[in-house]
């Protein structure tokens, strides 16, 4: 069972640099999320998605995108990384939503921006 | 809005201790509550929850009860094991239904044998 399946796990980027981070579930979920996760701070959301072609902002959306063009996938990019944006990030996914639903979570990313 | 609040840690038990990590909430209308548990190198994973006042919660030997008279939902163990090692967040539903939930910082707790 594949569940929620994060990439890449480790990445280093410089200052400005784009890249994506894939999310993908095979669970037919309808709800999907993208949380970041720093020392002190916990976890927060920065953006999710209540099924295909929807998507809303989160706690902290200032410099990701997201798109979900298909109930599977859930990528999060960063247009032009800032140090700021060194984290681990995570990707969940359940059923109907968060709220009364058990969250799957991926293993995570660890993003560092130089 | 709806915020969650857990006690700070690192907190170092030595094995068969009895363990709380304090949680309470602020909220509007009736949140659901959760904990769940992060071990090294993994996603988080849910350990258990309650979704009106007075539920109580409970998996592997944790249990947590909804107390709406002190908005908290403390977490407790009897007996730890070393295995318990991990990152605890207690979590509450945000105020949208069906949306988000809002997490605590994390609790950090290590078991010694």
């Known amino acids: 069972n594949a569940g929620v399946t994060q990439t890449p796990k480790f990445q280093v980027l410089k200052t400005g640099q784009s890249m994506t981070l894939q999310c993908a579930q095979d669970m037919n979920h309808e709800y999907m999320s993208w949380y970041r996760q720093d020392p002190g701070m916990g976890l927060r959301l920065i953006h999710y998605s209540v099924g295909a072609g929807i998507t809303d902002q989160g706690e902290v959306p200032n410099g990701y995108n997201v798109s979900r063009s298909t109930t599977e996938d859930f990528p999060l990019r960063l247009l032009s990384a800032a140090p700021s944006q060194t984290s681990v990030y995570f990707c969940?996914?359940?059923?109907?939503?968060?709220?009364?639903?058990?969250?799957?979570f991926g293993s995570g990313t660890q993003l560092s921006v130089l | 809005g709806n915020s969650v609040t857990q006690m700070e840690g690192p907190v170092t038990l030595s094995e068969e201790a009895f363990l709380t990590i304090n949680c309470t909430y602020t909220?509007?209308?009736?949140?659901?509550l959760f904990w769940y548990v992060q071990y090294p190198g993994e996603g988080l994973q849910l350990l258990l929850k309650?979704?009106?006042?007075?539920d109580k919660g409970s998996n592997k030997g944790f249990e947590a009860t909804y107390r709406k008279e002190t908005t908290s939902f403390h977490l407790e163990k009897g007996s730890v094991q070393v295995s318990d090692s991990a990152v605890y967040f207690c979590?509450?539903?945000?105020?949208?239904?069906?949306?988000?939930?809002?997490f605590g910082k994390g609790t950090t707790l290590s078991v010694s044998s």
């Open positions: 309650a979704t009106k006042a007075d």
């Open positions: 969940a996914s359940s059923s109907r939503g968060a709220t009364n639903e058990k969250l799957f």
């Open positions: 979590a509450l539903s945000g105020s949208q239904a069906g949306t988000a939930l809002i």
């Open positions: 909220a509007t209308g009736y949140p659901s």
